[in-house]
């Protein structure tokens, strides 16, 4: 993938996501590895993803959520669940409405009695992208360097290699990265399902909260950093 040019680019891809069903209540995972995920609430088909302006970008189209009750259920597969010591996950995301509350792009996280479990990229309640890990050597955490500007496009993604957890946008590592308690250590699965536009809300494993307003494209996951 985009930070790892040695090795066979689809080898380690759990999901990609590119949004060009265009109609629907299921979103289509293009990997090939069958992770389809279904819309809940109110969320818009929409072509007007990024374009070729926004860092090269190749867009088949995006996903509109409205922050109030849209979202994509992605399940609960073994087989996307990060329970190694490196992963990545990337997307193209336009924010309608930074307003100072946590809205989360793709999240398989949980806080249940004090205790965290697993990833979340997020828009912060700082009105920066952040994403943050938690792994059984302790939680870190990768922020932004500026505020986002509403309407408009970012390349996001966030990177965890057992070490540090890094935070990317359009292809800059920004400054602050966190490291874990004890590094090496693999991610926390928290039993929950992977949500795309949502996270899960507190002492929930079931629950979407903390949901989205904008637009969400060309997102993937991979198990390696």
Known sequence: HMFDTESDPETNLLGNWDFGDGSGSTIIDDSGNGHNGTINGTATWTDTGPTLTDQAASSHGALSLDGTDGYVDLGTPASL??????????????????????????ANYTYISGIGKGYSLVLGADNKFS??????????????????????????????????????????????????????????DPAAAHFIGAGHQAESSTIASNFFTGQIADLRIWDNA
């Open 81 to 106: 669940d990060m329970t190694g010591t490196g992963m990545t996950v990337e997307a193209w995301v336009q924010a309608g409405d930074p307003d100072g509350t946590v809205q989360s792009i793709v």
């Open 131 to 188: 994403f943050g890990v938690a792994s059984t050597g302790g939680n870190s955490q990768g922020v932004g360097d500026a505020t986002v500007t509403a309407g408009q496009w970012y390349h996001v993604a966030g990177v965890y290699d057992g070490n540090e957890t890094a935070l990317y946008i359009d292809g800059v590592k920004q400054t602050t990265a966190g490291v874990p308690a004890t590094t090496g250590q693999p991610i926390d």
